[in-house]
């Protein structure tokens, strides 16, 4: 027996865990104010704490203190908030989430949306009404207009809201989320810069017009959590990731259904996945596995990684400004980390080697959402509770842990908290209802100010306010103010084609990218021709920062003019062969042309080795792929709970279409692992697999894909039939031809290693068979 693993069955030692290291490893818990007595209880025995105890347990960044805004029995599980213009929090509820460790009662209807409010001004919330209830595992929520958008899988409802009571109830789209589980659905519904509603975990964004909502296709983006810089660039991540996000603005480059990952969007930000907890952190789900948890016991990498927050509010300093904080709940932490941008491209590192921004000893601290407020804080959205892993991929190591400190109960609890500089007083600014005054406050200092003031006036219909929003566009001189009137006018459908044109020559280039992704709302037969001999202008002058704008939104005038879009398109081809990410921007726009514009350009440069042509041959390789897609209500049919597990289980990680998802999980389509060895299947399926994989002749690991794919064997709700269907439903989908997998198989693999919980490695399994 190793000596981590000593460790691990002899938690009666934890005293010596609890006092950290004072290194640049392990993060050190001094500066608690609790005795070591009292740490070291906490630890070993996660008791339930107050808010003002589990605050005391809490270690952050030199001159930042936590500060508590409501807590159970005002709140419970609150999984996601909206702040109204009075200040007052809209709280989401999701109170069904995992009762027990068998999930049992995750469908009763008890989760709610409650309007919490500090009525005496001293911070801290001391009313609650409850505007909707009977609620199902509901997962996010936006104010607009005079209503609420409120996902509920598998619909998005939009409530009216009569003096704070519900309304008519408008389903907008019965799809919001279409199989996965309650760690893989759509969430977010953020509103963005440019006046769509962007989801993490999702295909779709949204639009209010008049009484009717659009959908749009957009770029799969993360998996809990979203958040926007101050020109509408949107951040995310998945549970092992740090920081993902876009080079380029949202609405572009997701036209071209063939193409699939499309360069600068989804992007590894930050690739130091590196996490320093304060406490032993037994209680994760693979806590078993070797370098999971360091000698300390203490986790390594992220695990749980949610909630990512582009910090706007101004509070902190212009240090912090646009620093992106990620919560990790499993980890009872809060990460900082610093962006830095050189020209379209962005980067970035962890703030602090060694350390977090905020980290806790007490294991039900489970922060899981973070916003910016209207006050400048942070704020904190946590669950408090001991069970944060679903029961789709629960191990049985974890479920040991969380009967041995007794994590399944309460269930009742819940914080936030805000975060502020030391000592300061803070007071949330209250919305004016007042156009002119909404239009000023577009230059205020916190970004959640600025963009309620957007959204007021949109809501509002306030197009009386037109004049005061030209004249900042043309007179301010910052660019974050233009940006926000630019959109305004947009949102308030009066924005014209030379309040774009003016922009498209501006200075700033982050400006004139804003007016090219802002020109698909005003180019018409009556200027595109305009619109185009600024293109060739900004072409011709190696304006290199907007190529791939332009690229994108060659649309603009495609749709009036093919043969001139298509001169534009060879023409920065040919000056730009070798750069991805105008390729990728250039390939957006041939959705079923692909192959008729690699032959023309071919003949202009048939070097295979140059970027456009290796990105044309990707994209025809994917669409080859797709070809020979099968029956799928034939295959449904034949294998109905491998279907069903499929769209609720595999899909999320390896894609509908079977080809994978980029940052989660390589391809099954055409996989010598799916159609291969059918025992190396079933064992890869029952117990999960670890490390690098090569399928198809391309090596996947991390961060390209998650390090680790989850068994399910442990999963109580799935049977030996069920996993023998979805076997056969992938081995015999897509481009796939492979014969079934009975019950017998999958048995004979389960009597093997009867009593396995590790995952297998690749050379595992190559020995085995």
């Known amino acids: 027996m190793t000596k981590r693993f000593f460790y691990l069955l002899m938690l009666s030692v934890i005293s010596y865990f609890s006092t950290g290291c004072n290194d640049n490893k392990t993060s050190s818990t001094d500066g608690l104010t609790l005795d070591d007595a009292t740490q070291k209880k906490i630890i070993a025995d996660a008791p339930v704490l107050t808010p003002q105890e589990s605050i005391s347990t809490m270690k952050t960044e030199n001159g930042f203190e936590v500060k508590l805004v409501a807590a159970e029995p005002l709140i419970s599980t609150p999984v996601a908030i909206n702040f109204d213009d009075r200040g007052r929090i809209w709280a989401l509820e999701m109170q069904g ?30 009313d609650r009404k409850i505007f909707l209830d009977s609620l199902v595992l509901p997962r996010a929520l936006c104010l607009i207009e005079n209503g609420l958008l409120v996902a509920e899988p598998p619909n998005l409802w939009y409530v009216e809201i009569n003096n704070d009571h519900a309304g008519k109830k408008i389903l907008v789209d019965s799809s919001y989320t279409v199989g996965g589980n309650v760690e893989h659905q759509p969430n977010g519904l953020l509103r963005g810069m440019d006046n769509w509603i962007y989801n993490a975990n999702s295909t779709k964004r949204y639009r209010k017009e008049g009484n009717k909502w659009l959908v749009e296709k957009t770029h799969l983006r993360g998996q809990w959590g979203i958040s926007q810089d101050d020109y509408g660039r949107l951040y995310y991540n998945n549970n092992s990731q740090n920081l993902i996000g876009d080079y380029f603005l949202p609405a572009l480059g997701s036209g071209n ?3 699939r990952g499309v360069s600068g969007f989804n992007v590894d930000i930050i690739k130091d996945n590196r996490v320093y907890p304060i406490r032993p952190t037994t209680g994760v789900n693979r806590g078993y596995m070797e370098k999971i948890l360091d000698d300390k016991l203490r986790l390594v990498n992220f695990t749980a990684a949610c909630g990512p927050l582009v910090y706007r509010g101004g509070l902190f300093g212009k240090e912090y400004h646009e620093n992106v904080f990620v919560a990790e709940p499993s980890a009872n932490l809060i990460k900082r980390n610093i962006l830095e941008e050189k020209g379209y491209i962005t980067e970035g590192k962890q703030a602090y080697s060694g350390r977090e921004f905020l980290a806790s000893i007490d294991e039900r601290f489970r922060p899981v959402s973070l916003y910016d407020g209207p006050d400048g804080a942070m704020y904190v959205v946590d669950m408090y509770r001991g069970i944060i892993q679903h029961r789709t991929y629960l191990t049985e190591y974890l479920k040991k ?8 109960k309460p269930l009742n609890c819940g914080r936030i908290y805000k975060i502020v500089p030391a000592g300061k007083v803070v007071k949330p600014i209250l919305m004016p209802h007042n156009p002119a005054e909404l239009v000023n406050l577009l230059s205020f200092g916190n970004g959640w100010i600025r963009d309620k003031a957007q959204q007021m006036l949109i809501d509002g219909k306030f197009v009386i306010a037109a004049p005061e929003l030209r004249n900042k566009l043309q007179e301010s001189d910052d660019p974050v103010v233009i940006t926000h009137c630019l959109w305004t006018l947009e949102g308030l459908g009066i924005l014209q084609f030379d309040d774009v044109k003016r922009l498209l020559v501006h200075p700033n280039w982050k400006l004139r990218a804003e007016a090219l992704d802002a020109a698909s709302a005003v180019v018409g037969k009556n200027n595109y021709r305009e619109f185009a001999s600024t293109l060739k202008k900004m072409i011709a002058g190696s304006d290199t920062l907007l190529i791939p704008y332009i690229a994108f939104q060659l649309h603009c005038i495609s749709a009036f003019d093919q043969p001139m879009a298509d001169a534009i398109w060879m023409d920065i081809a040919k000056k730009y062969p070798n750069n991805r990410y105008v390729a990728d921007a250039l390939i957006s726009n041939l959705e079923k042309k692909e192959t008729i514009f690699f032959k023309k350009f071919k003949i202009i440069d048939p070097d295979t080795n140059l970027v456009i042509n290796r990105r044309f041959e990707k994209t025809l390789a994917d669409i080859k792929k797709n070809e020979f897609n099968k029956n799928i209500a034939q295959l449904k049919r034949q294998f109905p709970k491998g279907f069903q597990v499929f769209q609720n289980i595999c899909k999320t990680c390896h894609g509908d279409d079977g080809n994978g998802i980029a940052s989660l999980a390589p391809p099954l389509n055409q996989s010598s692992w799916v159609v291969g060895d059918k025992r190396k299947l079933i064992a890869i399926v029952l117990y999960g697999l670890t490390g690098p994989v090569t399928v198809n002749n391309k090596i996947y690991k991390t961060p390209e894909i998650s390090g680790e794919m989850p068994g399910l064997n442990t999963n109580d709700e799935l049977n030996e039939e069920d996993i023998a269907q979805v076997l056969s439903f992938i081995r015999k989908n897509w481009s796939n031809k492979a014969d079934v997998i009975s019950v017998k198989d999958v048995e004979k693999v389960k009597q093997k290693y009867n009593g396995r919980q590790k995952p297998f490695t690749i050379e595992e399994l190559d020995k085995a068979w």
């Open 97 to 126: 989430y995992m009762p027990d460790t068998a999930g049992r009662g995750e469908n009763v209807p008890d989760g709610k949306v409650v309007i919490l409010e500090d009525k005496n001004g001293d911070g801290v919330m001391d």
């Open 401 to 408: 842990e969380i009967v041995k400190r007794e994590l399944s």
């Open 257 to 259: 259904e063939d193409q």
